[in-house]
T-cell receptor, first 117, second 112 residues
Framework: DAGVIQSPRHEVTEMGQEVTLRCKPISGHDYLFWYRQTMMRGLELLIY????????DSGMPEDRFSAKMPNASFSTLKIQPSEPRDSAVYFC???????????????FGSGTQLSVL | AQSVAQPEDQVNVAEGNPLTVKCTYSVSGNPYLFWYVQYPNRGLQFLLKYITGDNLVKGSYGFEAEFNKSQTSFHLKKPSALVSDSALYFC??????????FGAGTQVVVTP
């Protein structure tokens, strides 16, 4: 398996522009997580899905952020409009339902480095 | 609500000395506990986990962790640190709903 795949690896945009980050989870995983990492706030959970349904979006900073998971193999995180304070590394991660040997682990993608100028 | 605390922002240790990275947790029900490591410009990588069973868990790269229920701790340890162990270490807890919560991270610096 190729692991969790995120695109793009790097994104540079100007303030006010729309940004879309993409994620393909590991096949067969039914949980998908979006995290944001900054020096100031560390690793923050933004939202997570189970079976394509958002379970907890309490970490989404504000209405400018939205996430979707239209099917089991694809998710997007959208920022509209983007602001300089959104600059961070955004990670997607996926996992299986707890209960089976080795299934509890969370697998991370390589992240998207977002810079909003 | 579940939470994870890593009380140290940074741990400094000389190569060859034992390394300990502290973690305490708060969760209702039985905890699923994890340690992850992050090298510069990389995603987080799984080190080890505690689900049930033996309180001493062995993981990758010679790391181990001890689950202590009474102290609600899950400290990461390595008997002899290497310079290549220098990285950012995260403790995490997973609740019965499947949600992963990470600590703030501890930067480990191993000097030659």
């Amino acid at each position: 398996d190729a692991g969790v795949i995120q695109s793009p690896r790097h994104e540079v945009t100007e303030m006010g522009q729309e940004v879309t980050l993409r994620c393909k989870p590991i096949s067969g995983h039914d949980y998908l997580f979006w995290y944001r990492q900054t020096m100031m706030r560390g690793l923050e959970l933004l939202i997570y899905f189970n079976n394509n349904v958002p379970i907890d979006d309490s970490g989404m900073p504000e209405d400018r952020f939205s996430a979707k998971m239209p099917n089991a193999s694809f998710s997007t995180l959208k920022i509209q409009p983007s602001e300089p304070r959104d600059s961070a590394v955004y990670f997607c991660a996926s996992s299986s339902t707890p209960g089976g040997a080795g299934r509890e682990k969370l697998f991370f993608g390589s992240g998207t480095q977002l810079s909003v100028l | 609500a579940q939470s994870v605390a890593q009380p140290e922002d940074q741990v400094n240790v000389a190569e060859g000395n034992p390394l300990t990275v502290k973690c305490t947790y708060s969760v209702s029900g039985n905890p699923y506990l994890f340690w992850y490591v992050q090298y510069p410009n990389r995603g987080l990588q799984f080190l080890l986990k505690y689900i049930t069973g033996d309180n001493l868990v062995k993981g990758s790269y010679g790391f181990e962790a001890e689950f202590n229920k009474s102290q609600t701790s899950f400290h990461l340890k390595k008997p002899s640190a290497l310079v290549s162990d220098s990285a950012l270490y995260f403790c995490a807890v997973r609740d019965s709903w499947g949600k992963f919560q990470f600590g703030a991270g501890t930067q480990v610096v191993v000097t030659p």
